[in-house]
Structure formats: structure tokens, C-alpha cells
């Protein structure tokens, strides 16, 4: 039996409805880029930067970041406890992913928040 020590959550259940919580959460941001982007067919760099420099987008970005690294973090953590049978070799892969996730999320944020 596999343990959850390294699982986002305290249970499977809390594991499964925050994956889908931030599976909605991405659907809602990509639809919303999308449709910018189409209703903007002429869409320049001054446009793009008034969407990102106003806070609601920023909050909204940071947001979809945030349930990207959970969502990723999930299916990761699933996939590595479902396929590597090897404890060690396990939580060595799962730091990776880890260290990877944690990276691009401070990235993004001071992307979306830096000067």
C-alpha cells in the first residue's frame, strides 16, 4: 500500500475534487485568454501589456498558476505512486517534479508581479 506522505492533500477524495477544482479554474482562464485573443484580432503589445497591468488579471493569472502547480503536482504524484515501485527512485523523481513545479511557479509570479 502506498502512503500519501508526499500527496498534496489529506486523502485521495481532497486529492481528486482539488484536481478538479483546478482543472475548472484552467478551463475558465484558457477560455478567457482565447476569447480575448479572438475578440481582439488587431491585438498589440500595448494591449496585451493594459490586460496584464491591470489587478484583476494579475489576480486571475496568479490564480491559474497556482492551480496549474496543484494540478500538476497531483497528476505527477499519481502517476510516479501508480508506475515506480521503487521508494527511493519515487521520491527522487517526486522531488524533481517538486523543485520543477516550485521554480516555474516563482518564475511566473515575478514574471506577472516584477517590474
Known sequence: MVTNITSFGRSGLSDWLMQRVSAVILAIYTVFIVAFL??????????????????????????????????????????????LKSTRLRVGVQAVIILGIFVYLVWGIQILWGA
Open 38 to 83: 479572438l475578440f481582439n484580432p488587431d491585438l498589440d503589445y500595448y494591449a496585451w501589456s493594459g490586460l496584464f497591468n491591470q489587478t484583476w488579471m494579475r489576480i486571475f493569472s496568479l490564480l491559474a498558476f497556482v492551480a496549474l502547480a496543484a494540478h500538476a503536482w497531483i497528476g505527477l504524484w499519481t502517476v510516479t505512486t501508480d508506475y
